[in-house]
């Protein structure tokens, strides 16, 4: 995948389409073109077998069944459509009644923009701080409840420094409390195993360019038993997804869906095993080519993909001369303002420590030559200290 000059190392941010993947999307923009809503004629039915065999794969991997599986355009669709379409459904239900929400202050953008949108229409939202590894306790969520909290929605595994968090009992302290639970597993899926059915999961967001799937493509998981979750849908139209999510469907996104997550579900152990044992190389080497370096995270509990380092020199003076690393400074999930990352902030880093913090993300076409290539390109970027 990369060059001797190039090294990607930002697979946080997006993974290439896995080719095998690419062959299986291929045909459904050419021959098989058709529109899965022509109930009437074989180009459609091939299109609406497509999707529904996606549908499947991607139920499959994440332990629900295909009608709770609803695709959309990514997870920043997703997790709007979560909370959005739950407040909504809520409001409907009860007019007068205060709606309560709690959240970390390290969630990716586009839950905390949305809850800070929904802020402005009159929804109370927390947004908890987190410990010192970037993970929500239990225990913070338990004291910060009140009897009108309605949704707990919290980060699987964190985009920027990787740590995860207890979703099994965050989202046991939901069914306990009878208050829906949300989680935004992004950067979880195709990671570790996942069961939404028997954690309890009420609705789950996620995407299909981070498990080398295509971009513009994802899902939103709403559970339909025990309880049965409705939330009322974001986009309105021609009332596709059974009503829920209108908008003719990007087919060739969606069978690249579902193939990406038939091969996590066939892959994911021994992949997850081989980048466990690549990034904790790397985190040896550089700890003994860059002396001072700090890890951010949880030093064990995070993901297997992801290393998040804050440096001596700040990273805007690193970039110049580590251009053939494709690293990232902060989340490139977002636009790339220069604005210190909220999740650093939430971590308790100043706004120097954050100015010197790099994440490195390792992938699918990652090798062990290419990580010890990448610690000596920045073991040589750096300036030594005196001594
Ligand atoms: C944790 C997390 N949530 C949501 C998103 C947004 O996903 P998408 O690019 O599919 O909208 C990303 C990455 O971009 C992410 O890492």
Redesign the pocket.
């Known amino acids: 995948m990369n060059s001797d000059a190039y090294i990607y190392l930002d697979y946080?941010?997006?993974t290439p389409v896995d080719p095998e993947i690419f062959s299986e999307m291929e045909p459904y923009f050419k021959e098989h073109f058709g529109n899965p809503a022509s109930a009437g004629h074989p180009w459609g039915w091939k299109a609406e077998n497509a999707a529904e065999r996606a549908r499947l794969q991607v139920a499959n991997l994440i332990g629900a069944k295909p009608n709770e599986v609803f695709f959309t355009?990514?997870?920043?669709?997703?997790?709007n459509w979560a909370v959005f379409g739950l407040v909504s459904k809520l409001r409907e239900e009860s007019p007068t009644e205060p709606i309560h929400i709690l959240t970390s202050n390290v969630?990716?953008?586009?839950?905390k923009n949305s809850l800070e949108a929904l802020k402005m229409q009159n929804v109370e939202v927390d947004f908890l701080p987190v410990n010192q590894y970037g993970q929500i306790e239990v225990e913070t969520v338990r004291k910060a409840l009140k009897p009108h909290t309605q949704m707990l929605s919290f980060?699987?595994?964190?985009?920027e420094i990787g740590s995860i968090n207890p979703i099994s009992e965050l989202a046991a302290l939901c069914k306990e409390k009878k208050i829906y639970f949300h989680t935004?597993?992004?950067?979880a899926i195709g990671k570790i195993p996942m069961n939404v059915t028997d954690l309890g999961i009420d609705l789950m967001?996620?995407?299909?360019?981070?498990i080398y799937g295509p971009?513009?493509?994802?899902a939103l998981f709403i559970r339909s038993k025990d309880p049965k979750v409705q939330i009322h849908p974001l986009l309105y139209g021609g009332g596709h997804e059974r009503g829920q999510r209108s908008g003719t469907l990007n087919v060739p996104g969606i069978v690249g869906l579902g193939a990406a997550a038939s091969f996590c579900q066939k892959n994911q152990v021994e992949e997850t095993a081989r980048l466990t044992q690549l990034r904790d190389i790397m985190w040896v080497k550089l700890q003994m080519a860059l002396p001072g370096v700090l890890l951010n995270g949880h030093p064990s509990e995070r993901s297997c993909n992801n290393l998040n380092i804050t440096l001596s020199c700040s990273t805007d003076s690193l970039l110049p001369r580590i251009q053939n690393l494709g690293v990232s400074t902060g989340?490139?999930?977002?636009t790339g303002q220069a604005a210190m990352s909220h999740v650093l902030k939430g971590l308790g880093l100043s706004p120097a420590e954050s100015q010197r913090t790099l994440r490195i993300s390792l992938g699918r076409w990652t090798t062990e030559k290419e990580i010890l290539r990448a610690v000596e390109i920045l073991q040589n970027a750096i300036p030594k200290r005196n001594t």
């Open positions: 946080n941010a997006t355009s990514g997870a920043t669709e997703s997790n969630e990716h953008s586009s839950i980060i699987w595994m964190n985009n935004d597993a992004t950067q967001s996620f995407s299909g360019h981070k971009k513009g493509i994802g989340s490139a999930c977002g």
